[in-house]
């Protein structure tokens, strides 16, 4: 999700900033076993599932398991669906799956940008081992940060640089203060109240 709340392939964030993520699955009649597969870059720190929606109505959870130690193929998180819930399935019903990630201090800065990788396995019923028959291709975003250079310099000009200059840096709704380290913003943390530290 972007900043102006849509959802497409990249966006971007600040170090700390938890962003929403959605993947869309379009099932198809006698399906079996879907298995949703999550892979995320070390930039990305999963979240939760947040959600899940079959043509825009809430999943109740007992239709899915999330599993985060352990996924079938050393992903970051899988969401199993039941049988049950698979066998009411029609072909192009429209299964969402809404989850957060946090961009973490191992996020690549500019450059490739923090890759976040999505593929459901399917035909498995009755097979303890969940090993699939079929998997679709891999669908894949990408959350960008940026560098942040800054020079504190007085009277207009540029060349009077202000030595030991000491500031903070806020967010646009100046509700969160930066932590830099090196000259990079590493996290966010709340402003703290009138009085505080």
């Known amino acids: 999700e972007d900043s102006t709340g849509n959802y497409g392939e990249k966006n971007d964030a600040d ?9 869309t699955i379009t ?6 076993n879907y298995v949703f597969h999550d892979t995320m870059s070390t930039g990305l ?3 939760s599932v947040t959600g ?10 007992s239709n899915y398991t999330v599993v985060t130690e352990g996924p ?5 998180f899988e969401v199993r669906f039941t049988q049950t819930f698979c066998d009411t399935l029609e072909a192009n019903d429209q299964i969402v799956i809404s989850y957060t990630a946090t961009l973490n201090e191992k996020a690549v800065i500019a450059g490739a940008g ?10 498995d019923k009755g097979d303890a081992s969940h090993t699939p028959s079929g998997t679709t291709p891999p669908s894949e975003t990408k959350t960008y ?8 310099y007085g009277n207009g000009n540029e060349s009077n640089v202000l030595k030991d200059a000491k500031f903070v840096l806020l967010n646009k709704d100046k509700n969160k203060v930066a932590t830099v380290v090196n000259g990079k913003i590493t996290g966010w943390s709340n ?3 009138a009085g505080e530290g």
């Open 15 to 23: 170090i700390g900033q938890t962003g929403n993520f959605k993947s």
């Open 27 to 32: 099932a198809q009649a006698g399906a079996e």
């Open 45 to 47: 720190t999963y979240g």
């Open 52 to 61: 899940i929606t079959l043509n825009g109505t809430a999943v109740d959870a």
């Open 72 to 76: 079938t193929d050393g992903c970051t």
């Open 114 to 123: 923090n890759p976040n990788e999505s593929k459901l396995s399917y035909g």
């Open 145 to 152: 940060t940026w560098d942040l250079d800054i020079l504190k």
């Open 191 to 193: 402003v703290p109240a």
